[in-house]
Structures are given as C-alpha cells and as structure tokens.
C-alpha cells in the first residue's frame, strides 16, 4: 500500500479509537451519524461519496478529502467521475480549492498505485 494511503488510515484508525474510546457520547453520536448518512439510501453510495467529496474540497478539508477519495475509489467512482466531481468543486469554492486539487490528485494516484501492487 502506499505510504500516503497507509499512513491517512493508520493515523485516522488509530485517533479514531482514542476518541471513540474517550466515551463522548455527541462525539459517538456525530460518528454514528456520519456513517448512516452515507449509507445507500435514496442516493447510492457513490453519489454521495461524491457529494461528500465536493463539499469537503469546498471547505478545505484535506483529511475529509482523502476519506471521501478512498471510499469513493472502492465504491468504483473511476477517475473521470471524480475530476468532474473535483472540477465542479474547484468552480463552486474558487482557486483557493486547487491547492486541495492538488492534493487530492496526488492521493488518487496512490490509491490507483495500491491497487497495481
């Protein structure tokens, strides 16, 4: 696996667990909430992995993104998908977001680089 995507999810599993473990019950609650929010519903699951994925390049969140860009990817978003999805991010939040394009990229490429190994 790529040391980029290896060490986002090492680094999330790990913090995840200590603030899960820290028996915060809004914290569990917001987790919980997340996590059906993006259970196939009305919408499939790739739609709104790409919603998802929108909005947080929006808002500039670079581990948000890397989330959505993974589960994307193992939801067979293909990369044409998700450039639009990112195209119409980068419109809607402004040239402050290609930095976060960038990044973003780079972190498709390790995903598509681990699936070769």
Request: charged fraction near 25%; charge should be negative.
């Amino acid at each position: 696996m790529s040391n980029l995507v290896q060490e986002f999810n090492d680094y999330r599993a790990k913090m995840n667990e200590k603030l899960l473990n820290d028996d915060n019950k809004v914290i569990k609650r917001i987790f919980n909430l997340d996590t059906n929010a993006y259970m196939e519903g009305a919408l499939d699951v790739k739609t709104k992995e790409l919603l998802g994925l929108v909005a947080s390049a929006v808002l500039r969140c670079d581990d948000c993104i890397k989330y959505h860009l993974e589960t994307a990817y193992n939801n067979n978003v293909s990369k044409t998908e998700m450039m639009e999805a990112m195209s119409i991010a980068t419109l809607v939040g402004g040239t402050i977001v290609i930095p976060h394009l960038r990044r973003a990229y780079e972190f498709w490429e390790a995903l598509e680089t681990q699936n070769q190994e």
